[in-house]
């Protein structure tokens, strides 16, 4: 039985995240910009797919590390102190993003593309950690397997619709002004977010 609160919860985390400018968004952005929306939407179904793949390690591991009382309390004191060391990180940071303008060259193939997307975040090892201690929020709710697939599926969509919207949304010099100008207060929200999240998993 799929658990809909615990989705929705964690969900609302992830989609947090996602839209903090980060590498991912840099990258759709300028292959976007530089080779055409087409190549910017093959790099989001790479990212998506990588998504999914880095997810699934992650919540195979979780499920079996957590069947042991002792590293799960050592995984969560761990989790929930790394998010809560992000947490701070990011309500500290300053913008670190500008707008990108729009240069046409000639495309590759998409599935170039593809590789970039799904290479840039399956071999991000921030990433991974961030994941762990995510989702280690959600494993101490002991979901079904059925939840943990939802999951994923979830994340995997809100990734690529998200990355899909950047290609066509961002293409506007004062859109992307603007968004950079609340990137600070993006990750500020996230930040406190992150620092709630790190206790609760301490304090189980």
Not at 16 to 23: F, K, V, Y
Not at 66 to 86: N, P, R
Not at 107 to 124: Q, R
Request: aromatic share 12%; glycine share 6%.
């Amino acid at each position: 039985m799929i658990d809909i609160i615990l989705v929705g919860k964690a969900l609302s985390i992830l989609l947090l995240a996602l839209i903090s400018p980060g590498p991912d968004f840099v990258v759709v952005l300028r292959n976007s910009l530089t080779f055409g929306r087409k190549s910017g939407i093959a790099t989001a179904i790479g990212i998506a797919a990588g998504c999914t793949i880095s997810f699934s390690l992650v919540l195979i591991g979780l499920d079996f590390l957590f069947k042991y009382h002792i590293i799960k309390l050592v995984m969560s004191i761990v989790c929930g102190v790394y998010l809560i060391y992000m947490g701070i990180s990011a309500f500290k940071s300053k913008a670190q993003h500008t707008h990108l303008e729009c240069s046409h060259k000639k495309a590759k193939s998409n599935w170039t593309y593809f590789k970039t997307g799904f290479l840039t975040n399956l071999l991000n090892p921030k990433l991974y950690t961030f994941c762990t201690a995510i989702l280690s929020y959600v494993e101490q709710s002991h979901p079904s397997r059925a939840t943990n697939i939802t999951i994923v599926i979830g994340q995997a969509i809100m990734a690529l619709i998200w990355f899909t919207a950047i290609c066509y949304i961002f293409s506007s010099s004062k859109i992307q002004d603007a968004y950079f100008k609340r990137e600070v207060w993006i990750n500020r929200i996230l930040g406190i977010i992150f620092v709630i999240i790190g206790v609760k998993i301490i304090i189980g």
